[in-house]
Nanobody, 122 residues
């Protein structure tokens, strides 16, 4: 069993930046992703990275503003969020160990963190 712990959430003004971090309790050589869920909405894919960070991918809504990175020595995966918008407001979740090739689907993931709140004020 792997535990994931997110940190770095908070409240910022539109246009600001935040950096989220997800620490895993054990080394997992697998793809890792960030998802988010706004009130009344389904959980949606934000960004993902392959096991060695060699490939990253993003939802259209965050492409060019967010950057995902990982450090396998530290068992962490980070999400740098720039040019934040009010519509980025959500709880952000880290996910690890997908069981299928569809890594944009929440049900694919074996492990989840508890989430961290990001609030962007206009």
């Amino acid at each position: 069993q792997v535990q994931l712990l997110e940190s770095g959430g908070g409240s910022v003004q539109a246009g600001g930046s935040l950096r989220l971090s997800c620490a895993a309790s054990a080394r997992t050589v697998s793809s890792k992703s960030w998802f988010r869920q706004a009130p009344g909405k389904e959980r949606e894919f934000v960004a993902g990275t392959t096991w060695n960070g060699g490939r990253t991918y993003y939802s259209d809504s965050v492409k060019g503003r967010f950057t995902i990175s990982r450090d396998n020595d530290k068992n962490t995966v980070d999400l740098q969020m720039n040019s934040l918008k009010p519509e980025d407001t959500a709880i952000y979740y880290c996910a690890s160990d997908p069981r299928s090739s569809n890594t944009a689907l929440p049900s694919s993931y074996r492990y989840w963190g508890q989430g961290t709140q990001v609030t962007v004020a206009s």
